[in-house]
Every structure is written in C-alpha cells, then in structure tokens.
C-alpha cells in the first residue's frame, strides 16, 4: 500500500474503525513510519432528529449529534477526531515520537 492511499484512509479514521477498515496514525503516515493505534475514550453528544424518506424515496439521516474520540499509537503520537454529518476533523495533540 502507498503512503497516498494511507493518507485518503486515515480522513475518516473513526467511520474506518466502526467498519472494520484500516486505520493508521496520520503523523506516522505523513512521517513515513509505522505503528499500531489504540482508541482511547469517545463522547458524544445526545440528541434527537428524525430519520425520513423524502417524496422521492431518497433515505435522509441527518444526525446533529457529534462524537469526539481520542487517538494514540504506538510511536507516542496523539490526535482527537472529531465526526459529525458523515465529516471528520483530526486535531494532531501530540507530534512528537518517543
């Protein structure tokens, strides 16, 4: 696998892990190194909205919630995700290695 196709993986690092796709640390990826990555903790927000189908039978789910989860891997980098809408933001907290 190439580094430019790791680098289009990790965009969406949480959805990836909820599916079963490969995730890597987007340090590691930019630095060109390898590690493994843990999830740490995640908090969400808790709000209701209504899933529809509109008058042209097209699925509509557009949750308001949004869900933060941190990040570490094994080269001691750390980063917060941030998802919402079916959008990812990465926050890098820490992009210095061991």
Not at 34 to 52: E, F, K, L, N, P
Request: proline share 2%; hydrophobic share 25%.
């Amino acid at each position: 696998m190439s580094m430019s196709d790791r680098k289009i993986e990790t965009k969406v690092i949480q959805k990836a892990a909820d599916t079963g796709a490969k995730v890597f640390c987007p340090v590691c990826v930019k630095k060109g190194l390898r590690s493994t990555v843990r999830r740490g903790g995640t908090i969400g927000t808790c709000m209701a909205w209504d899933i529809y189908y509109d008058e042209d039978g097209v699925y509509h789910n557009n949750n308001p919630n949004s869900y933060t989860t941190e990040w570490y891997c094994s080269q001691g980098h750390e980063w917060i995700e941030t998802y919402q809408c079916g959008k990812s933001k990465v926050v890098i907290t820490n992009e210095d290695s061991k």
